[in-house]
């Protein structure tokens, strides 16, 4: 099995990846991945990109984008000041 590529995308529950593959044994095309791990058959390479295409469509890409900066829980409710908390952060 030879991975073609691979995309990622960040979700609510984590992150998303999907590889798109060639197994020569087998001369199978797929995809497989997801958060729930499942696996796509393509009929030939020309199928097989237009799904990699479609998962771009959807927001994936090759790799991931910044993780978003986030403050210790509630920022109005902690008594530290924002240096801090984002020291803390960095720390998590």
């Not at 199978?28 to 479609?54: C, M, P, W």
């Not at 509630?74 to 008594?79: A, C, I, L, V």
Request: glycine content about 4%; charged content about 25%; overall charge positive.
């Amino acid at each position: 099995m030879k991975v073609l590529q691979s995309l990622r995308k960040r979700t609510k529950t984590g992150v998303s990846v999907w590889c798109f593959c060639y197994d020569a044994e087998m001369k199978l095309h797929y995809a497989v991945g997801g958060e729930d791990v499942k696996v796509i058959k393509a009929v030939d390479r020309q199928h097989l990109r237009t799904i990699f295409n479609s998962f771009l469509s959807y927001g994936y890409s090759p790799k991931l984008s910044q993780k978003k900066q986030m403050l210790v829980a509630d920022p109005w409710k902690s008594e530290l000041p924002l240096e801090d908390q984002l020291a803390l952060a960095e720390l998590a």
